[in-house]
């Protein structure tokens, strides 16, 4: 369960050097850093643009997965595992017991 104690202080998103893939980090006032891939930051903007344009769906779970991809893409990705209803359910509590 995440900490009520942490605050998210500060995003940075850059490709760093020699790379060719968007990194993202996340800083909270803990001084916790959490480095997201292209790929999962890619996933979560797809689940937060699935729900918010579609006129009826509340809720998605995404679970992380190795795939077999295109040559130069991430094997692992956020790969839709769970649906509208388990994704509701889980925030709820989550919220509930915050």
């Not at 995440?2 to 850059?14: G, H």
């Not at 760093?16 to 480095?35: C, E, N, Q, W, Y």
């Not at 797809?46 to 795939?67: F, M, S």
């Amino acid at each position: 369960m995440a900490s009520v104690d942490k605050k998210l202080v500060k995003v940075v998103a850059a490709i760093p050097t020699g790379h060719k893939h968007l990194r993202m980090a996340l800083f909270f006032d803990s001084g916790d850093v959490i480095v997201l891939t292209e790929a999962l930051a890619a996933g979560i903007a797809r689940a937060y643009i699935d729900i918010v344009t579609h006129p009826t769906r509340r809720g998605v779970v995404l679970c992380v997965k190795e795939i077999d991809g295109k040559p130069g893409y991430a094997k692992i990705q956020l790969v839709e595992c769970g649906g509208e209803e388990d994704a509701i359910r889980e925030i709820d509590t989550l919220i509930r017991n915050v």
